[in-house]
């Protein structure tokens, strides 16, 4: 709640509690974040973000993962203004279709083909019926406590939801070979796919990378049955490998869906797959009425050979290795004790013996007083745009909130 009189953020989220149920829907909205966090933004530049009452952070979120060259890319957003002035909402695609189509299948190696939509969970939900299609099956295996989206399949609320939208999900723990081969003695002779997201990104816990065997046992399950291995790549997708983030363990999906990153901040989602699912994403009939959008698919070739021509993933993974080892000189130095879990390219933070976050919060709330944006229980992002001098800021500014924690 934001308890600061007078701001411009207040006054707008007054006027949006009248007209907006609970004042904004969704992940984003900030009533769940700490004290002092800004709803509204005035602009976002490069690794920084200034909210509507002037105050500039550098900005570690990265609207949850779509800014991945840094916000207003000139690159990205020079091919968006190009392709604006020649039509975006046309009676089809423009030519750049074929070209992001060809720049995909090129740099992902389980790649034969890929379509288009514009939220991840037109992807994930596009790759489980696709398998589904394929495989003339229903079941589909998903890890407990993943997010692959928001609608009834997959939502993580029960609002609105009945138990025959998802009648055939069945349940693993990620990382637990033997919860897998449960789960698919579950499903019998009518496995159509297996889902795993990147790693394991609960919020609110510490991440799991996954294990090599994991990887490997989800593959060699998929194969033997002729069920489809899902990567729910859109979180992670493009920070960790430009080829899909299982390539850093060589275990290849069959399909992935990837988004956020794609089109630095344009709305995109991308469904890749196999030859073998080839017939069957030809005969799922998938669309939108903005799925053909060229502005985003422009700005998305755009980003992915901006992406390639600096290592993304490289620069990613600098950056975060000098934030966690900064970040736990100084909790060790205000003797507070943190965990740092999951890819150093997607940093998440979170404080020992803190069940209900409250040190969590508070040191985000301070580190926010000193020009950092941070997340108590989610994982953050880190962006091309960000430099060392940035991090050493995010560090100055956690530094204050370790004093307040250690207090
Ligand atoms: N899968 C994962 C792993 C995600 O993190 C998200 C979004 N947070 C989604 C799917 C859904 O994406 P979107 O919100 O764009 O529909």
Same mark, same amino acid.
């Given at each position: 709640m934001d308890t600061r009189v007078n701001s411009a953020d207040t006054a707008l989220r007054e006027r949006a509690r009248r007209v907006i149920p609970g004042g904004l829907w969704g992940h984003m909205n900030a009533d769940r974040l700490p004290e002092g966090y800004p709803q509204y933004f005035a602009r976002g530049e490069g690794c920084r973000l200034t909210d509507v009452d002037g105050r500039s952070f550098v900005d570690l979120?990265?609207?949850?993962?779509?800014?991945?060259?840094?916000?207003?890319?000139?690159?990205?957003?020079?091919?968006?203004?190009?392709?604006?002035?020649?039509?975006?909402?046309?009676?089809?695609?423009?030519?750049? @279709?074929?070209?992001?189509? %060809? =720049? #995909?299948?090129?740099?992902?190696?389980?790649? &034969?083909?890929?379509?288009?939509?514009? /939220? !991840?969970?037109?992807?994930?939900?596009?790759?489980?019926?696709?398998?589904?299609?394929?495989?003339?099956?229903?079941?589909?295996?998903?890890?407990?406590?993943?997010?692959?989206?928001?609608?009834?399949?997959?939502?993580?609320?029960?609002?609105?939801?009945?138990?025959?939208?998802?009648?055939?999900?069945?349940?693993?723990?990620?990382?637990?070979?033997?919860?897998?081969?449960?789960?698919?003695?579950?499903?019998?002779?009518?496995?159509?796919?297996?889902?795993?997201?990147?790693?394991?990104h609960d919020m609110g816990v510490a991440q799991e990378m996954p294990s090599l065997a994991f990887a490997w046992h989800v593959r060699s399950v998929c194969?033997?049955?002729?069920?489809?291995?899902?990567?729910?790549?859109?979180?992670?997708?493009?920070?960790?490998? @430009?080829?899909?983030?299982? %390539? =850093? #363990?060589?275990?290849?999906?069959?399909?992935? &869906?990837?988004?956020?990153?794609?089109? /630095? !901040?344009?709305?995109?989602?991308?469904?890749?797959?196999?030859?073998?699912?080839?017939?069957?994403?030809?005969?799922?009939?998938?669309?939108?009425?903005?799925?053909?959008?060229?502005?985003?698919?422009?700005?998305?070739?755009?980003?992915?050979?901006?992406?390639?021509?600096?290592?993304?993933?490289?620069v990613l993974l600098g950056l975060g290795e000098r934030l966690r080892e900064g970040l736990a000189e100084r909790a060790a130095f205000r003797r507070v004790r943190i965990s740092q879990s999951g890819p150093a390219a997607m940093p998440t933070v979170l404080f020992e013996d803190d069940p209900e976050w409250k040190k969590g919060y508070a040191f985000c709330a301070e580190a926010l007083r000193h020009g950092a944006y941070l997340h108590p229980k989610h994982n953050m992002f880190l962006s091309c745009a960000h430099t060392e001098a940035d991090i050493d800021v995010v560090l100055e500014a956690a530094d204050r909130g370790f004093q307040v924690v250690g207090r």
């Amino acid at each position: 709640m934001d308890t600061r009189v007078n701001s411009a953020d207040t006054a707008l989220r007054e006027r949006a509690r009248r007209v907006i149920p609970g004042g904004l829907w969704g992940h984003m909205n900030a009533d769940r974040l700490p004290e002092g966090y800004p709803q509204y933004f005035a602009r976002g530049e490069g690794c920084r973000l200034t909210d509507v009452d002037g105050r500039s952070f550098v900005d570690l979120m990265c609207a949850w993962g779509p800014i991945i060259l840094g916000h207003c890319h000139p690159v990205a957003e020079a091919a968006a203004r190009e392709q604006t002035a020649r039509g975006d909402c046309m009676n089809g695609p423009g030519p750049v @279709l074929v070209d992001l189509a %060809e =720049t #995909l299948v090129a740099m992902i190696p389980h790649a &034969a083909w890929c379509q288009f939509g514009k /939220n !991840g969970t037109d992807a994930t939900t596009g790759c489980v019926t696709i398998a589904r299609a394929g495989t003339g099956r229903r079941k589909v295996l998903v890890a407990r406590g993943a997010y692959h989206g928001a609608v009834p399949w997959c939502s993580p609320s029960v609002a609105g939801v009945t138990a025959e939208d998802r009648a055939h999900l069945l349940h693993f723990n990620y990382n637990d070979v033997d919860s897998i081969d449960a789960a698919v003695e579950a499903a019998g002779g009518d496995l159509a796919a297996i889902v795993v997201s990147a790693f394991r990104h609960d919020m609110g816990v510490a991440q799991e990378m996954p294990s090599l065997a994991f990887a490997w046992h989800v593959r060699s399950v998929c194969d033997s049955t002729g069920a489809a291995l899902i990567l729910d790549d859109v979180r992670a997708g493009f920070r960790l490998h @430009l080829g899909g983030s299982w %390539e =850093t #363990l060589g275990v290849r999906p069959d399909l992935s &869906a990837f988004s956020k990153a794609i089109g /630095n !901040g344009y709305a995109l989602a991308a469904v890749t797959g196999r030859e073998w699912l080839r017939d069957a994403a030809t005969q799922v009939f998938s669309t939108g009425s903005f799925w053909c959008g060229a502005v985003a698919m422009a700005a998305a070739v755009a980003t992915l050979g901006e992406l390639r021509r600096v290592d993304a993933p490289a620069v990613l993974l600098g950056l975060g290795e000098r934030l966690r080892e900064g970040l736990a000189e100084r909790a060790a130095f205000r003797r507070v004790r943190i965990s740092q879990s999951g890819p150093a390219a997607m940093p998440t933070v979170l404080f020992e013996d803190d069940p209900e976050w409250k040190k969590g919060y508070a040191f985000c709330a301070e580190a926010l007083r000193h020009g950092a944006y941070l997340h108590p229980k989610h994982n953050m992002f880190l962006s091309c745009a960000h430099t060392e001098a940035d991090i050493d800021v995010v560090l100055e500014a956690a530094d204050r909130g370790f004093q307040v924690v250690g207090r």
